[in-house]
DNA sequence: GGCCAGGACACCA
DNA sequence: TGGTGTCATGGC
C-alpha cells in the first residue's frame, strides 16, 4: 500500500473531518501543548477552565503568570511544566510579532525556526501549530502516523522520511495534509483502543493496539 | 492497581 | 546518536 492509496481509503471511509478541535488560532496553539503526551478529553478540561477564567488566549496567558496557570490546567497533567511553557512561550510570541496573523505573514522558515527555539515546543508540537494555526502547508507526523505507515507496509521511518513521503504523493495542499493526519487521528481512536486485530480495520492494519508487549519503539 | 495518552527536555555515556 | 529519568492527571 502506498500514501495514495491509505489516503483514499481514509477518505472514503472520513471524508472531511475538520480537525483541529478549536474556535481560534490561539487556543489551537495553546490546545498543542497541552496534549503533549496527554489524552485529548484531559486537555479539553483544561481549556474549558481556561475558558471559564477569561485565560483562552496569548495576551491573558502573557499578563498572568504560570502560579495563575497551572491551577486551571491541572486536569491535563505535567501542569507546572505546561503552565511556566505556555507562560515563556506567550510571551516571546507576543514580544516579537505582536499577534500569530502577523507571525504567519514572517514566512513558514522564520515562523518554523522560531518556534523550534521555544522551550516546550518540539518537532511535533511545532509542526501542528505550523498546519493548524498558522494554516501553512506542513504535515504532522505523530506516533500514531509512524505506526500505521510502518505497518502498512510503507517502512520504518523517521519524521523527516515520512514527511517527503506524503509531499511527493498527495502535495502539499495545506487543507489535504491537516485532514490526513485529521483521518490518521480518527483511525487510531475508532480502531486501537479495542483489541489487537479486531478485523475491521479500514486499512487492515493488523495491530495498533497499544500495548508494551506489543509496541514498536 | 497498572497501563496509557497526539511530547519535550536535561543529562549521560 | 541513543538511552533513561522527569514531569502528572484521568479513563479504562
Redesign the pocket.
Known amino acids: 500500500m502506498d500514501i495514495s492509496e491509505l489516503h483514499q481509503i481514509l477518505l472514503n471511509k472520513y471524508g472531511d473531518v475538520g480537525?483541529?478541535?478549536g474556535d481560534s488560532d490561539e487556543e489551537i496553539l495553546i490546545?498543542?501543548?497541552l496534549?503533549?503526551?496527554?489524552?485529548?478529553?484531559?486537555?479539553e478540561?483544561a481549556i474549558n477552565m481556561l475558558k471559564m477564567n477569561g485565560m483562552l488566549s496569548l495576551s491573558a496567558i502573557a499578563k498572568s503568570g504560570p502560579g495563575r496557570i497551572?491551577p486551571l490546567i491541572?486536569?491535563?497533567?505535567?501542569?507546572?511544566?505546561?503552565?511556566m511553557?505556555l507562560f515563556s512561550i506567550s510571551k516571546e510570541i507576543l514580544e516579537k510579532y505582536g499577534s500569530l496573523s502577523k507571525m504567519r505573514l514572517a514566512g513558514l522558515e522564520e515562523a518554523e525556526n522560531f518556534l523550534?527555539s521555544?522551550?516546550?515546543?518540539?518537532?511535533?508540537?511545532?509542526?501542528?501549530i505550523l498546519n493548524?494555526a498558522l494554516d501553512f502547508p506542513v504535515f504532522?507526523v505523530?506516533?500514531?502516523t509512524l505506526r500505521i505507515f510502518s505497518r502498512t507496509g510503507l517502512g520504518d521511518l523517521n519524521i523527516d522520511e515520512a514527511k517527503d513521503l506524503v509531499y511527493g504523493s498527495i502535495g502539499k495542499d495545506t487543507e489535504t495534509l491537516k485532514n490526513l493526519?485529521?483521518m490518521i487521528?480518527f483511525l487510531?481512536?475508532d480502531y486501537?483502543?479495542t483489541k489487537p486485530d479486531c478485523g475491521n480495520c479500514p486499512v487492515n492494519v493488523k495491530c495498533l493496539y497499544?500495548?508494551?508487549?506489543?509496541?514498536d519503539?
Open positions: 480537525w483541529w478541535p490546545g498543542a501543548i496534549t503533549q503526551n496527554t489524552s485529548w478529553s484531559n486537555v478540561k497551572a491541572r486536569s491535563s497533567g505535567y501542569y507546572n511544566q505546561k503552565g511553557r523550534m521555544l522551550k516546550g515546543i518540539g518537532r511535533e508540537t511545532c509542526d501542528s493548524y504532522v505523530d506516533k500514531y493526519h485529521g487521528v487510531a481512536k486501537c483502543k497499544f500495548l508494551k508487549s506489543n509496541r519503539q
